[in-house]
């Protein structure tokens, strides 16, 4: 089952552990690397399993490493190469043929650290570990702030200062700069700035943008629309869907605290939003837990005490820790 329900596949515990480990493994700064390799190291010695899992996932980041060392240690061209691999896979026909070549040869292990940690993400310019952020200042002196498990890749040059969120959630301080727009761009449009400050997140079938100072000018296909400080939009593949007003002071407080601030949410909307920061996953029942609204301000850095805040509000809530990485949370009121 996935995180959310009970009736979808779910990626297994012991693989997004070591999922976590590839991640840090892989991070920018030596010193980071060298605590995750001895961490890693330990974790493989606690349990054959531990050794099995990794053992499969270490084989897919040596081929993705090699290609990246190939291009003289530089993502772009690898990204570039997966790329035009993903092209050439996507016959509907072949699709179903290609997947199992795929999970034949990587081994299960190989399969599911694709599913948790796709190569976009493992090869992105910048990016977080589930349960990590990160602010980093960029060349022209903007700043990002990266969410949990999140990445993007930064695209340049003199006429340009272009940032591709391939995957989480972003905050951007935009620094003025009137010869280079500064866009940031997914799958579902683009959002275009100067000097202003706003939070951009991508699900899965859209684009959520949250303006926090100034404005910007989002575009979706041919439809083009200014959003105000204050403002909340939703870009899908149907266009840009109306303006909601937020509390933009609040909003950008919580992120900065890492605090969720719940005000009169369904529990299922909550609990999705903590399953972000867990590494591993936090499993329940959607239908049990939609009509218990939660007014709140929960820790994103520490889900467990998050937890533990949702049970003490709601006595019917059971949260049961199977291993530091699964928790399952459910009612003892079977309606």
């Given at each position: ?133 990160r602010v980093q200042m960029l060349p022209d002196g903007s700043r ?192």
């Amino acid at each position: 089952m996935s995180r959310a329900s009970a009736g979808e596949p779910a990626v297994d515990a012991t693989a997004m552990q070591a999922a976590e480990w590839i991640v840090r493994l892989t991070a920018d700064d030596p010193a980071e690397r060298e605590r995750a390799r001895r961490g890693f190291e330990a974790w493989k010695r606690a349990d054959p399993e531990h050794a099995a899992t990794a053992a499969g996932m270490e084989r897919l980041l040596g081929q993705l490493q090699a290609v990246r060392e190939r291009s003289g240690g530089h993502a772009r061209p690898a990204r570039a190469a997966l790329t035009a691999s993903a092209a050439e896979a996507r016959p509907r026909r072949r699709r179903a043929g290609a997947t199992l070549a795929l999970v034949l040869a990587l081994g299960l292990p190989g399969w599911l650290l694709l599913r948790a940690c796709p190569p976009t993400y493992l090869l992105a310019d910048l990016r977080t570990a589930i349960g990590d952020t990160r602010v980093q200042m960029l060349p022209d002196g903007s700043r990002i702030s990266l969410d949990t498990g999140s990445a993007v890749n930064l695209h340049y040059d003199a006429g340009q200062r272009g940032i591709e969120l391939v995957r989480g959630a972003i905050r951007v301080e935009v620094a003025t700069d009137a010869a280079r727009p500064f866009v940031v761009r997914t799958p579902q449009g683009s959002i275009r700035a100067l000097g202003t400050r706003f939070i951009v997140r991508r699900d899965a079938q859209a684009t959520v943008l949250t303006m926090l100072e100034s404005r910007t000018t989002v575009q979706a296909g041919a439809e083009a629309r200014v959003v105000d400080p204050g403002q909340r939009v939703r870009i899908t593949g149907a266009g840009i869907g109306p303006a909601e007003p937020v509390d933009a002071r609040g909003i950008d407080n919580a992120w900065t605290q890492h605090r969720l601030v719940a005000d009169d949410r369904p529990l299922p909307e909550v609990l999705d939003e903590l399953d972000r920061y867990h590494p591993g996953g936090i499993v329940y029942d959607r239908a049990r837990t939609q009509g218990i609204r939660v007014s709140a301000v929960l820790p994103l850095d520490d889900t467990p005490r998050a937890l533990q805040l949702l049970v003490d509000s709601f006595p019917q809530l059971r949260v049961r820790t199977l291993t530091s990485y699964l928790v399952l949370v459910d009612t003892s009121d079977p309606s």
